[in-house]
């Protein structure tokens, strides 16, 4: 069983891109060369900004991003500087 995680990368517009994977690390390096998500290529710099455990299945993961790509930008920003939790956001909705 493999541990997925969620990930906002802010881009230099200010705007966040949030995916998903197993290897978080992995993941914003590949992104930083361009590899992968077609949102972020030629957005340099890039800035991993948060990562929270989302779950044990590809699925709960899936249904966290898509839950996490239709928050408000306010709500996300709040995700990012600590204001609030994951659990909070989710527990308020």
Not at 55 to 69: M, N, P, Q
Request: charged share 25%.
């Amino acid at each position: 069983m493999c541990e997925w995680y969620a990930y906002f990368v802010r881009m230099p517009n200010n705007a966040l891109y949030c995916g998903i994977t197993t290897d978080v690390e992995r993941r914003f390096s590949q992104h930083c060369q361009g590899k992968g998500a077609k949102a972020l290529k030629g957005k340099s710099p890039l800035t991993l900004v948060w990562s929270e455990n989302a779950g044990t299945t590809r699925s709960d993961a899936t249904k966290l991003e898509l839950y996490l790509k239709r928050l408000p930008k306010q709500t996300k920003e709040a995700l990012v500087s600590g204001e609030l939790s994951l659990t909070q956001v989710v527990e308020a909705n």
